[in-house]
């Protein structure tokens, strides 16, 4: 028989779960009956508007070739509000966007506070032209085109600057536009030829933009080239479109990736609503294909910035067979600050993981380290207060890097203060696509 002492903890940890339980039915996850039913009724309206079917909406080509790209279809679709639709008119004409159907299908568009639709249209906000348009000197860092080396055994291949969805608080936002291409053959050339030049290198990840916007074939080749290189031990892909186009993991997809073993995929989720039953399916094919599957998430004021979104996410993760592997402190590029948050909320929130729920839920908080100076873990060992606003970051290299951390205000009082940068007399049916050229 259980002692009392027993029985008092396990009615503790009982009401820790409780208080956690009553938090998190605040936030709708994507397997919710409310998010499926309202995204099945916006999937409607975008087949009507582009008179399709559930074939074509089960299509990855049809949902690549049919993203939404301008302030029209948002109002021929969802009735979006004149506000909105200049706010979103007048941002577009300076950052390029795109969002696939799928995924605008789960967008509350007249929202501009929606987790989804901070994450995936544009915001007044990015008009405060804050930040560096690279700051991770990516330009300094690339020995070969289309590679990127900061690490002695690793290197990156970016194979393409197009995605489904441009995220709006993406490191590369300097390299989107509606130029959309994939790299040249010849470009393809020098990245294969330095890494087969550099014997140190084992460890190659594929990214972008995004590979599986590629078509099979296109991918298959590189990938080929790649496992080719004797010293080239596991080959990493990282990827958003379970989480955008998730219709673009089929069969075909998950049996050529099943020939270049050991290969990884990480994955980008960042809401516990973009965990619909779709991208958990897709998730699980990878997964059966014996893809391992590691996500990387940002920490984003408005999104994410709260520890029960947090845990309830990490949760919906291992169930999709996905091990959450980064938390990103966001990055200081150009109109994409209102994203960041204060590194002390970010510990909070690591913290508040830890014992709430597995390790195996819990992924490392991590701050690349300003100009390419790598990943650091936000931890006691790894960085040392200097104010309240400036604290030292210990590299891989054991390089000391000062970093500064703001406070965020609350992302309502940025976007109320920042919302008179539009144009009254911005054109809300513009085409985004002749504007951005």
């Known amino acids: 028989m259980a002692n009392f002492e027993s029985l008092q903890r396990s009615l503790a940890l009982d009401e820790i779960a409780a ?26 309206q975008l087949l009507a508007h582009f008179g399709a079917s559930a074939a074509d909406w089960d299509d990855p080509h049809w949902q690549l ?5 301008d302030v029209q279809t948002l109002q021929a679709v969802f009735e979006l509000d004149e506000a909105r639709a200049r706010e979103i008119a007048a941002v577009g004409a300076r950052y390029f966007w795109t969002v696939s159907p799928y995924y605008l299908s789960l967008v509350d568009a007249n929202d501009p506070f929606d987790p989804l639709g901070l994450i995936s249209l544009p915001n007044a906000l990015e008009l405060r032209f804050q930040g560096e348009p690279d700051p991770m000197s990516e330009s300094l860092t690339n020995p070969a085109d289309s590679v990127t080396r900061r690490y002695p055994d690793r290197a990156i291949i970016n194979v393409t600057n197009r995605c489904a969805v441009y995220c709006r ?6 390299a989107i536009s509606p130029a959309e291409r994939n790299k040249s053959n010849e470009s393809l050339d020098a990245a294969i030829a330095y890494i087969a030049a550099h014997a ?78 779709d991208a958990m399916a897709a998730c699980g094919r990878l997964a059966d294909a014996g893809i391992p599957l590691g996500n990387q998430s940002v920490l984003l004021n408005g999104v994410n910035n709260d520890k029960h979104v947090m845990l309830l996410l990490c949760r919906e993760l291992l169930r999709a067979r996905v091990r959450p592997y980064y938390l990103f402190q966001a990055k200081n590029v150009i109109s994409t600050t209102h994203f960041i948050c204060d590194i002390r909320d970010g510990i909070e929130i690591v913290g508040f993981l830890r014992g709430n729920t597995s390790g195996l839920a819990i992924p490392t908080y991590i701050v690349n380290a300003p100009h390419g100076w790598g990943k650091v873990p936000l931890n006691p060992s790894r960085c040392k207060w200097l104010d309240e606003r400036e604290l030292v970051l210990h590299t891989w290299e054991g390089k000391e890097i000062r970093y500064h951390s703001d406070a965020t205000p609350d ?12 144009p009254d007399g911005s054109d809300p049916a513009a085409d985004m696509r002749t504007i951005c050229k």
């Open 411 to 422: 992302i309502r009082a940025l976007h109320e203060a920042f919302r008179h940068a539009i």
């Open 65 to 69: 070739q049919h993203r939404i790209c």
């Open 169 to 174: 608080f993406c490191q590369r936002k300097r």
């Open 200 to 277: 140190s290198i084992r460890d190659v990840l594929i990214t972008g933009g995004d590979p599986l916007t590629l078509e099979i074939d296109e991918l298959e080749a590189i990938l080929a080239r790649v496992r080719e290189i004797s010293h080239v031990e596991i080959i990493r892909l990282g990827t958003r479109i379970p989480v955008t186009v998730p219709q673009r993991i089929d069969a075909a997809l998950t049996e050529m990736l099943k020939r270049y073993h050991p290969l990884f995929i990480n994955t980008h989720f960042n809401h516990p609503r973009e965990l619909t039953p």
């Open 19 to 44: 208080r956690h339980k009553q938090a998190a039915a605040r936030i709708v996850k994507g397997t919710d009956a409310v998010a499926i039913q309202m995204a099945e009724q916006k999937k409607r």
